[in-house]
T-cell receptor, first 114, second 116 residues
Framework: EAQVTQNPRYLITVTGKKLTVTCSQNMNHEYMSWYRQDPGLGLRQIYYSMNVEVTDKGDVPEGYKVSRKEKRNFPLILESPSPNQTSLYFC?????????????FGQGTRLTVV | AQKVTQAQTEISVVEKEDVTLDCVYETRDTTYYLFWYKQPPSGELVFLIRRNSFDEQNEISGRYSWNFQKSTSSFNFTITASQVVDSAVYFCALYPYGGATNKLIFGTGTLLAVQP
């Protein structure tokens, strides 16, 4: 089954404690992105990747890091989480750039930073 | 500016009523794609439709229909004979083809509550 898998689904952590949210896709997609969803703001892109070792910032990259060492994985790293990073996070992948293919989204990770 | 506006924050209807969710977009690109996603209470994003800027035909899929009008930069979504299972947040999104970031630009979403 084609899917994007994020882990964990729920996470409560304390300020400053490094964490990683994993994202894996089994569709051999080149393009992957991370978004965060906040009330009244919709979803905003954090980082994106066009292929292995190729990543770049989206609209709200501050406080986040990513890596793309393998095509299927695109982890999101919060080196020192802060309460303003409490949000719902989505990983997405697509076969090609350009919007002419569907973006597949993971199930979401609800992160709370206290 | 590249932007999607969903002016309706919340809509409440009674089952079997028809409801239209509005979406207005802004883009300077001549080629772009428009999407609708559904987010049920469980939180995942469910893809509903993709439409490119050169295809202005309206589309119907069961109880769902979409009205794309380039003249008014709108891509509205209508649910006919709504059901309780339609209760969700609905997002409209824009993909401007000229963008380098492979980014979907989302609206702020419309929360639809269908009462039994």
């Amino acid at each position: 089954e084609a899917q994007v898998t994020q882990n964990p689904r729920y996470l409560i952590t304390v300020t400053g404690k490094k964490l990683t949210v994993t994202c894996s896709q089994n569709m051999n997609h080149e393009y992957m992105s991370w978004y965060r969803q906040d009330p009244g703001l919709g979803l905003r892109q954090i980082y994106y990747s066009m292929n292995v070792e190729v990543t770049d910032k989206g609209d709200v990259p501050e406080g986040y890091k990513v890596s793309r060492k393998e095509k299927r994985n695109f982890p999101l790293i919060l080196e020192s989480p802060s309460p303003n990073q409490t949000s719902l996070y989505f990983c997405a992948s697509s076969l090609s750039r350009g919007g002419n293919t569907e973006a597949f989204f993971g199930q979401g990770t609800r992160l709370t930073v206290v | 500016a590249q932007k999607v506006t969903q002016a309706q924050t919340e809509i409440s209807v009674v089952e079997k009523e028809d409801v239209t969710l509005d979406c207005v977009y802004e883009t300077r690109d001549t080629t772009y794609y428009l999407f609708w996603y559904k987010q049920p209470p469980s939180g995942e994003l469910v893809f509903l439709i993709r439409r490119n800027s050169f295809d202005e035909q309206n589309e119907i899929s069961g109880r769902y229909s979409w009205n794309f009008q380039k003249s008014t930069s709108s891509f509205n979504f209508t649910i006919t004979a709504s059901q309780v299972v339609d209760s969700a947040v609905y997002f409209c999104a824009l993909y401007p083809y000229g963008g380098a970031t492979n980014k979907l630009i989302f609206g702020t979403g419309t929360l639809l509550a269908v009462q039994p």
